[in-house]
Nanobody, 127 residues
Framework: QVQLVDSGGGSVQAGGSLRLSCTAS????????MGWFRQAEGKEREGVAG???????RYTDSVKGRFTISQDVAKNTLYLQMNNLKPEDTNMYYC?????????????????????WGQGTQVTVSS
């Protein structure tokens, strides 16, 4: 059974950095496409970054140049390095995996492409 555990959230001031982690169990990380999503209360979940099985990545425009998605296969962990954080980045962040098929690159940020989710970790950025 696939299980994803998110961690690394916290409270920082604008301009600060955080690194989110998503530790996977029950499967090998690079076997499936994975992504990071975020959701504010009362809003739809938004795709932030995605990574394909070949290592190709995709980012939503608002985080390009500031966020980096990566994997440590030895630790079976997905990361999201977030730099130059802004108040509008305040959200609950979730990692996700598609354990059924490879997600095409242009669909990596689409919530419906993923069937396995972490429990979420809160990121709060103050101005």
């Amino acid at each position: 059974q696939v299980q994803l555990v998110d961690s690394g959230g916290g409270s920082v001031q604008a301009g600060g950095s955080l690194r989110l982690s998503c530790t996977a169990s029950g499967y090998t990380l690079r076997s499936y496409s994975m992504g990071w999503f975020r959701q504010a209360e009362g809003k739809e979940r938004e795709g932030v970054a995605g990574i394909d099985t070949d290592g190709s990545t995709r980012y939503t425009d608002s985080v390009k140049g500031r966020f980096t998605i990566s994997q440590d296969v030895a630790k079976n962990t997905l990361y999201l390095q977030m730099n130059n954080l802004k108040p509008e980045d305040t959200n609950m962040y979730y990692c996700a995996a598609n354990t059924r098929y490879r997600v095409s690159w242009y669909r990596l940020l689409i919530q419906a492409q993923y069937n396995s989710w972490g429990q979420g970790t809160q990121v709060t950025v103050s101005s």
